[in-house]
């Protein structure tokens, strides 16, 4: 059979992946090459907390596969850190993580491994002992080196149906192929319209920020959405460098307020947050990382088909890729409903 995947990020490439190991012949497109946009950068929180045991399971499932994945690699792809989660989602993550018979510890912030630059720490945290934070540069190269002469870089500009396939439009020329894949990130929902799949198409700006720190031996990655605070996500991003995510009020990185003012907004209330809250960590912004997300999504990830197109998209989906690539591959060349929400 063969396979167009649109979109090079790590979705696309464990799909990819997926389909060449099931003899497809598949090639994989994007106009930045592999693991722009929200693939970028060098780390990711991995988790099974969530608040939905069904996410939780899911997760695990990706979990084993991190681990298939880092054997062929020949190294660690996640570091095995664990993640923290505290604030208003704790409660209902334990809940979910009971529930689906994950297992977790109940810490405090007087907890000798707490493991966080923080001045002062919730008052109850989950620990997610299964948590981690991804190598997402070594898993990206990895995945490039299993698609070889498959990827290539090209802009895809339409899509259209003919008779039983498909025509890819692109920069390089026309694909035709029997499937196509459509995982583009914030390109995904223009494209899936040509064909007639709807999917959000209300953006949003984010930006991430890396800190200089001080704090010394393996710190733990950490969700935080205490109330009065800003709520963040946090993580390491190498050796002395601490990685602050901030999610500020819908309305301050609305895609209207454009780019500019949305990465100053973020940037002065992270950057306040650090100096306030953080111990150990100069509020000195070393780096950047700014993405376009699809706006309220959450955690979960959707599939939609028509005919020989299928688009996926949702959020936070990084740390779903090597059960995604799996899942993904079998509804592209199996067939799958047209409309299947995993949340």
């Known amino acids: 059979m063969k396979v167009a995947v649109i979109g090079a990020g790590v979705v696309g490439l464990a799909s990819a992946a997926a389909l060449l190991d099931q003899g497809h012949d598949v090639v994989c497109l994007d106009r930045l090459g592999p693991m722009a946009e929200r693939s970028t950068g060098v780390s990711r929180i991995f988790r099974l907390a969530h608040g939905s045991a069904a996410l939780v399971d899911l997760a695990r499932e990706a979990g084993a596969g991190w681990a298939r994945w880092s054997e062929a690699a020949g190294r660690p792809l996640i570091r095995d850190v ?26 405090g912030p007087d907890w ?14 989950l620990h997610d002992v299964a948590g981690g934070a991804i190598e997402t540069v070594s898993a990206g190269n990895y995945l490039v080196g299993r698609l070889g002469r498959s990827l290539r870089d090209a802009v895809v500009y339409a899509l259209e149906e003919r008779g039983s396939g498909a025509r890819v439009h692109t920069s390089d020329g026309l694909f035709d192929a029997d499937a196509v894949l459509i995982a583009a990130g914030a390109g995904t929902s223009p494209l899936a319209a040509q064909v007639g799949i709807y999917t959000p198409t209300v953006l949003e700006h984010h930006v991430r920020f890396t800190f200089a720190t001080s704090r010394g031996g393996p710190l733990r990655s950490w969700i935080d959405e205490t109330p009065g605070v800003l709520s963040t996500y946090q993580h390491m991003a190498g050796p002395g460098r601490w990685t602050v995510g901030g999610l500020p009020d819908a309305a301050s990185v609305a895609w209207e307020v454009g ?7 973020s940037r ?76």
């Open 259 to 265: 780019r500019d003012e949305a990465v100053r907004a």
């Open 112 to 125: 000798p491994e707490l493991g966080l630059p923080v001045r002062k720490a919730p008052g109850v945290l």
């Open 82 to 107: 664990g993640c923290l989660v505290s604030g208003a989602i704790a409660l209902e993550w334990m809940a979910c993580m009971g529930k689906a018979g994950a297992p977790y510890e109940v810490v």
């Open 268 to 343: 002065e209330a992270v950057v306040d947050y650090v100096r306030e809250h953080l111990d150990g960590v100069e509020p000195t912004v070393l780096d950047e990382l700014y993405c376009t997300t699809m706006a309220e999504l959450g955690d979960g990830f959707h599939l939609r088909r028509n005919g020989p197109f299928t688009a996926v998209y949702g959020d936070n989906l990084f740390k779903f890729a090597p059960l995604l690539g799996d899942l993904l591959a079998t509804a592209v060349t199996a067939g799958t409903d047209d409309a299947v929400d995993y949340m």
